[in-house]
């Protein structure tokens, strides 16, 4: 049950992150695309995600933790090439204040509804 609202959250905050930002930035088709988009990113993250941060851990740790920011901002591009204009994202300088503005949402929606926040 945790993760159904896990996934719902996730979804919220991209749909209200997406709403925040500029059209011309970020758009989403609707709140269940985001939730999709949501559970893809999450998707990509844990796959692809993981091997680009084992590969780049030494940088990693010299970057205190910038080039896995930089991995979650390409895992959102990649997101958005995926689902083919129902989750789009302009370029990456966009991907990375999206990521932020949702990182944020979820950080709020997580003390709101108890739970922890997601990167």
């Known amino acids: 049950m945790r993760f159904i609202i896990d996934v719902l959250l996730t979804g919220l905050a991209i749909f209200v992150g997406a709403y925040i930002l500029p059209d011309s930035a970020v758009q989403v088709a609707g709140f269940w695309w985001a939730v999709l988009a949501g559970l893809i990113i999450a998707l990509v993250n844990a796959t692809v995600g993981t091997v680009l941060r ?27 090439y995926l689902m083919g204009g129902k989750f789009d994202v302009a ?17 709020l929606l997580g003390g709101i509804f108890g739970g922890k926040p997601r990167d």
Request: charged share 0%; net charge neutral.
């Open 54 to 80: 084992l590969f780049t851990l030494p940088l990693n740790i010299l970057t205190l933790g910038l080039v896995s920011f930089i991995i979650t901002v390409l895992m959102v591009q990649f997101t958005s």
């Open 91 to 107: 370029n990456f300088w966009w991907a990375a204040v999206f990521a932020l503005v949702v990182a944020l949402i979820q950080l």
